[in-house]
């Protein structure tokens, strides 16, 4: 695509060209500073599976070359004149939006993330014409709107995943009530990079949780590092039966088909189950487990900014990071082989600003 005018800046970074699945080191420009802008040097960035989808085109939608990454911290070198509230040295984050219109009903809002004229961080296009690049480089500039405060308390690269996966699980936590009822009961299904912070933030607001998994190997982790009150094999029929109509609430955050047969059956009549994953393929919803449990099942997608910056303080406040794995530039490409294998504990961060990719932060 042609460059436009006030995309003078050079920036490196690391791009799929096709669809192979492999990233390289990839050369390309970023519009200067505006005066609503601020520049950020990246420090670290998470790997979603969502990055995966986009590099593999499995959702037909994908503009190379793509330079992935939504999950993005690092430290602000630059900003505009109408820019108030961050200045140089300020460490930042930036998610899933680069752009949105302002000025709609959701905008107004703070739900800019279903805004129709939402832009992504990366492979979205701006008013101008010009593709967004993502986190996987050595720059970035965005918007004020879109960018928020990492608090003190959190380190960089542990606190990158939750510009993503913490947003993703917070978001209809509180939309649904669940972080004012302690003592009510949620179940987590999937213990991979949103579900264990799932399990996190209920923990912190007093709720007793479920996980519900279709590998046996990671009861332990669930029940003693992160402190799950149940594990259930989704597998095992019998534990299934057991938990029949024992829960309040369930976070789903399988990306691969499923049944949501199943699941549906460990709710209490008027039980709600959220969606937060985005399977390539449409997930089983019989009808029989909705009518005779009067449940609902709903989505929901990332958070708003306002949101965004409030569930982030409330990290701050309650020591919650995300479990990682930190890898270097030049071992992207192994951790997204590894992270196609959900090979991971649980959310891969790239150093972006230099690293060994030996170090681990659990």
Request: net charge negative; charged share 20%; glycine share 10%.
């Amino acid at each position: 695509m042609e460059v436009t005018p006030n995309h003078t800046q050079t920036v490196a970074g690391w791009a799929a060209m096709n669809e192979s699945g492999k990233l390289e080191p990839f050369i390309f420009k970023r519009r200067e500073n505006g005066v609503d802008d601020v520049t950020i040097k990246v420090e670290y960035c998470g790997m979603c599976h969502t990055d995966l989808h986009f590099i593999q085109n499995d959702w037909g939608i994908t503009m190379y070359p793509l330079v992935p990454g939504h999950e993005i911290t690092g430290v602000v070198t630059k900003v505009g004149s109408n820019v108030t509230g961050f200045g140089v040295g300020d460490r930042v984050g930036v998610g899933c939006i680069a752009a949105s219109c302002l000025d709609c009903d959701h905008c107004r809002r703070s739900e800019e993330n279903y805004c129709d004229k939402v832009t992504l961080t990366y492979n979205g296009v701006f008013p101008d014409g010009s593709v967004t690049y993502g986190g996987y480089s050595k720059m970035l500039v965005a918007h004020k709107r879109f960018v928020v405060r990492v608090p003190d308390t959190l380190p960089l690269d542990a606190a990158a995943p939750l510009l993503c996966a913490g947003i993703t699980v917070y978001s209809p936590m509180k939309h649904h009530g669940m972080l004012r009822s302690a003592g009510a009961s949620l179940g987590v299904v999937g213990l991979g990079g949103l579900g264990h912070v799932a399990v996190k933030f209920a923990k912190a607001f007093g709720l007793r949780v479920t996980v519900v998994s279709t590998s046996p190997a990671k009861e332990k982790e669930a029940r003693e590092r992160l402190g799950a009150d149940d594990f259930v094999v989704s597998s095992d029929q019998k534990q299934m039966q057991a938990m029949a109509r024992s829960l309040d609430y369930v976070i789903d955050t399988v990306s691969a088909k499923h049944s949501l047969g199943p699941i549906l059956e460990l709710l209490k009549v008027n039980g709600k189950l959220v969606l937060v994953a985005a399977p390539d393929q449409p997930v089983e919803l019989p009808s029989f487990p909705l009518i005779f449990g009067k449940r609902t099942v709903s989505g929901s997608m990332t958070g708003g900014m306002k949101e965004t910056q409030e569930m982030l303080d409330l990290c701050g406040q309650h020591g919650i990071t995300c479990d990682i794995e930190l890898v270097s530039t030049d071992g992207i490409n192994d951790a997204l082989q590894r992270l196609a294998s959900n090979d991971v504990r649980y959310r891969f961060v790239i150093d972006i600003a230099g690293g060994d990719s030996s170090n681990s932060k659990l």
